[in-house]
Every structure is written in C-alpha cells, then in structure tokens.
C-alpha cells in the first residue's frame, strides 16, 4: 500500500526559529498537500503542491515527485504555528484521495 | 477557510448500534471524501463521491459502513454496527473537481463506541 513517511515525529523550537518538516512517499504521486491540524481536530489547508516551490505567506512548499520527497519550511516561528502538520501524497491513479503521513508536531516556545 | 458542515460534533454508541454522521459540503463543490483518523493519529481513506456517485471506497466501507450524498441533502456516513476499534475523529473534505484543487475540511465527528 500507499506509505507516507514524515519527519521528524516532533519539533520544539523557540519563537523566531525556523522548521524544515520533511515528507517522503513510496510511490509516483500527482502532487503533495500540507495540512495544518489543530489542537481539537479540524484540518486546515496549507499547501497542494504537484512540484517544484510555492510560497503563501511565511511557508514554502517544495515538492520533488521524482524523487518521492517534499517538505515544508516554516519561517519565523510563532507561538501560534503549534500544533500537527500533515503531509498528504495524491497518488496518480486518476481518483483524488489521500494517503497522509502522521505528522510532525511542533511546539514553539516563548 | 473552510466551510464545511459535520454533524453531530460528538458521537457514542455501543457495540453493535448503528451510528450515523452528516456533513454538508462547501457550495458548490461536487467531490466529497470521508476520512477517518484513529487515536493513533493515522488517517484513513474511507470514500468520495462526484455528485450522488460513489467513485471509490476501501473494502472496509463496503462491508458494514454505508454513505451517501443525495442531491439537496446532507451527505452521510453510516456505520450499521458499531465496533469499538470505530471510535475515531471521522473527517469530511470537499473539493470543487478531480483536479488540482484542494480539499477543505470539516471540524469532524468524534465517534466513541462504548
């Protein structure tokens, strides 16, 4: 099956500091979405990303389907970016669904 | 930001009820996808629907869980006989196509089956 690896599985960073989350996928992927879960459960939309670098505010997206990697760079932390950020792989097989990673925690500190 | 409707919000039943969830997609937005995401924190593909179709579902949804998107009505998950290891944040996202579009998520129904 589908196996979306993120890490790392979590991440304390003092306010200011930057975050290079990292997701990797096991198979050919149409594109790449980035998640943002809060504390509670409802899921936010960051990024859908099929390749290359897109930006949208303090996050960049970068998605290298060849080579079944992405990440997401979070810069200038605030206390407020804590929470799960999720990666989730479309695969290309012509139906849009997801298969997500686990997450990454982060937790920005003061 | 999202306007997708989940209701209830909180969900328990016991062992071998039926539990029932709704959602209400964005407007306009004709692709809608139920996941389900357990305490471990792994997310589950469970079904979509274009319209009133189901495109594709897990095998696990074909055996006991049931849904449906009529037309003018709120879509619905359906799980004809609670087990314990269903309790779990059921998620529902819809889209405006199959294509690059994002999927915008609901708040969730948290299920706890006793």
């Known amino acids: 099956g589908q196996q979306v690896q993120q890490s790392p599985a979590s991440l304390v960073l003092q306010e200011g500091e930057n975050a290079e989350l990292q997701c990797n996928f096991s198979?050919?992927?149409?594109?790449l979405q980035w998640f943002y879960q809060r504390p509670g459960g409802s899921l936010v939309s960051l990024l859908s990303?099929?390749?290359g670098t897109k930006h949208t505010g303090r996050l960049t997206s970068t998605t290298v389907t060849k080579e079944r990697r992405g990440s997401l760079h979070i810069s200038s932390s605030q206390i407020t970016d804590s929470g799960t950020y999720l990666c989730?792989?479309?695969?290309?097989?012509?139906?849009?669904?997801?298969?997500f990673g686990k997450g990454t925690s982060l937790t920005v500190i003061p | 930001n999202s306007k997708v409707i989940q209701t209830p919000r909180y969900l328990v039943k016991g062992q071998g009820q039926k539990a029932k969830m709704r959602c209400i997609p964005e407007?306009?937005?004709?692709?809608v996808f139920w996941y389900q995401q357990n305490k471990n924190n792994e997310f589950k593909f469970l079904i979509n629907?274009?319209?009133?179709?189901?495109?594709?579902q897990i095998d696990m949804t074909e055996k006991r869980f049931s849904a449906e998107c009529p037309s003018n009505s709120p879509c619905s998950l359906e799980i004809q006989s609670s087990e314990a290891g269903d309790s779990a944040l059921y998620l529902c996202?819809?889209?405006?196509?199959?294509?690059?579009?994002?999927?915008?998520f609901g708040p969730g129904t948290r299920l706890l089956v006793l």
């Open positions: 996202a819809s889209s405006q196509d199959w294509g690059q579009d994002t999927q915008y």
């Open positions: 198979s050919t992927a149409t594109r």
């Open positions: 990303n099929p390749s």
């Open positions: 989730a792989m479309e695969p290309d097989t012509g139906y849009q669904n997801f298969y």
């Open positions: 407007k306009g937005h004709p692709v």
């Open positions: 629907f274009q319209n009133q179709e189901v495109l594709q």
